[in-house]
């Protein structure tokens, strides 16, 4: 039997992507239910500039205000020193760098080609590994570019090679538009995992054209242990708002219990935490799972009443 | 490069579950866009007893306004002799029967045991081949019953083997509730394809809880090579109204093209197709690239505006 990791990333990478602000106090009642479900390994926010993303201007914060857990991984992601230093004011135990496969992409994203790039994250991982902290690697738009269509596999070997000479211990291979099928996945993969060991690597689909799930089985076929995922499905994608977000941590739970595969994690309460999420941001979330538990709560009640 | 035959189930299995009734006239305009789109392999509806299903209640009417095309595979199901009788008085190609691979589903959906369906199944099957027409069989509730949880898959061969006999040239096996997961469906094919060709079989899987693509995936893994969706997801669960229907068309498509493999279906088109579904049904589909094409469409009006 397999061993899986599953990284939620709703509160970071989902509510990024949420234009309905929540307060600190709803973030943290998310992440206490979150961990009541049985989330170990849990990314919290972003510490980028506040002006970039609103939602996310109370990092320090909430990262202050989660409970204290020795048992739950608390992650962030630090974009360069001035981040790292509001990061290591907080309790976060595990910080994220980030850069894009592709050139232009990069440059929307952090406003430089990605050569300029690496010294930033270099200066974030040395310290951030003096600190004792562990750092992960994001490499987005591996799977597909909004600008530039098709991203070379070479590109992304190049990064990751980067990324983990710097220390970074694990990358995380973002469908960051989710575009992305289970061929595709599967050629990336093969062709990664020549260069870079399989452990090493995560695999983050968005679910924008309905193939989270299936590129995320495809993964698991080629090793990748680590899968990130967001509660209720939370997100979008800023190229299509209105479209759908991260692979759903509901929907991922559900296929790896059914292939024999131990989450830990308790479905109903995961559902409790996104309906919550539901009522906050004033809109259904995508999770099939969590449309289903939805329906079949309602029918009871109905009945019951 | 793998042949797919796609079977487009949505103006049967997917309005059978929607409550909006739509009328013969707005059908047939779906019918139009579906065939427009490239649709080729078309279950329209289905001749079982008015009463029992009043969204299909105007069966022999609709199939009697299809557009003539010799290109257009029109198909319906087909309970019994009384329902032949009113197919036989339509230009429908394609006949399908069906049963459960679980007794009590069975009973439920078809008021009979199994083995008291096989001889009207015969019948209906016999009569059929004499007047010309090609019969497949439906197995629902092979992957799990609502009301006896797993279903073995030695009744299914058995189910098949019988279906085969009687002359059915192909067994679309239904996830009916939506519950099964990848290895499942490994497992189940695995075991079936040693009793039955694959090329016999079709995988007719639902979204309930996300796991439709991933499925359909696997069933293609193991030879598969006919797949049921429909059109926007449409459809649904009678056992968990609100859940949703069947494997997305749209998703499916893009997966599958993705994977190097021409449906012949032009996605715009299908959306398109789509869209008018949902403003005649008064409510969003799930399929996800359905709702990323709505997205980009808006914004892109929005910009124009």
Tied chains: 1, 2.
Excluded at 94 to 115: D, M, P, T
Excluded at 207 to 226: H, K, M, P, S, W
Excluded at 258 to 277: F, H, K, Q, R, V
Aim: aromatic residues 6%.
């Amino acid at each position: 039997m397999q061993e899986v990791t599953l990284v939620e990333v709703g509160l970071r990478d989902g509510l990024q992507n949420e234009a309905t602000p929540l307060s600190t106090a709803m973030k943290r009642e998310l992440a206490e239910r979150l961990i009541a479900a049985g989330v170990k390994e849990m990314e919290v926010t972003s510490f980028v500039h506040p002006r970039w993303i609103p939602q996310l201007a109370d990092a320090v914060d909430f990262a202050c205000s989660l409970p204290e857990r020795s048992d739950v991984c608390y992650r962030a992601l630090v974009p360069n020193r001035k981040g790292l230093e509001r990061a290591l004011a907080t309790p976060i135990d595990e910080y994220a760098v980030f850069l894009s496969a592709s050139e232009s992409h990069n440059r929307k994203n952090i406003n430089k080609g990605i050569a300029e790039t690496y010294p930033v994250l270099e200066e974030v991982v040395k310290e951030a590994l003096h600190q004792g902290k562990r750092v992960r690697g994001y490499v987005s738009t591996v799977f597909g570019c909004p600008y530039e269509g098709d991203v070379s596999v070479g590109q992304t070997v190049e990064i990751c090679e980067r990324l983990l000479k710097m220390g970074v211990y694990e990358i995380s291979l973002g469908d960051t538009i989710g575009v992305a099928t289970p061929i595709q996945v599967k050629e990336k993969l093969k062709t990664l995992t020549r260069h870079v060991p399989p452990e090493r690597l995560a695999g983050h689909f968005h679910d924008t054209r309905g193939t989270a799930l299936v590129n995320a089985y495809v993964a698991l076929e080629e090793g990748i242990t680590t899968l990130d995922s967001a509660f209720g499905g939370m997100g979008g994608c800023p190229y299509a708002p209105g479209a759908a977000g991260n692979a759903a941590t509901e929907d991922m739970v559900y296929m790896l219990e059914g292939m024999g595969i131990d989450t830990g994690i308790d479905l109903d309460a995961l559902c409790e935490a996104s309906l919550l999420a539901e009522k906050a941001l004033g809109k259904p979330l995508p999770s099939k799972v969590l449309q289903s538990f939805s329906a079949t709560k309602q029918q009871q009640e109905g009945k019951a009443t």
